[in-house]
C-alpha cells in the first residue's frame, strides 16, 4: 500500500462529502498550512 503525504501547497480534492464542515466530494483546494497535529488548512477553489 502507498501512503501519500501532504504537503505545502499540494492541490487536493475531497472524495467524500463532510456537511458537518460544510464541505462536499467534488471540491478542490490547495494546501496553505501544516499544523502541528497533522491537520492540513485548505483554500477552496
Same mark, same amino acid.
Given at each position: 500500500?502507498?501512503?501519500? +503525504?501532504? #504537503? @505545502? ?16 466530494? +467534488?471540491?478542490?483546494? +490547495?494546501?496553505?498550512? @501544516? ?7 485548505? #483554500?477552496?477553489?
Amino acid at each position: 500500500m502507498v501512503k501519500n +503525504t501532504i #504537503k @505545502l501547497l499540494n492541490v487536493v480534492a475531497l472524495t467524500v462529502d463532510i456537511p458537518e464542515y460544510n464541505l462536499w466530494g +467534488t471540491q478542490v483546494g +490547495t494546501v496553505v498550512e @501544516l499544523l502541528a497535529d497533522g491537520a492540513a488548512l485548505l #483554500k477552496s477553489y
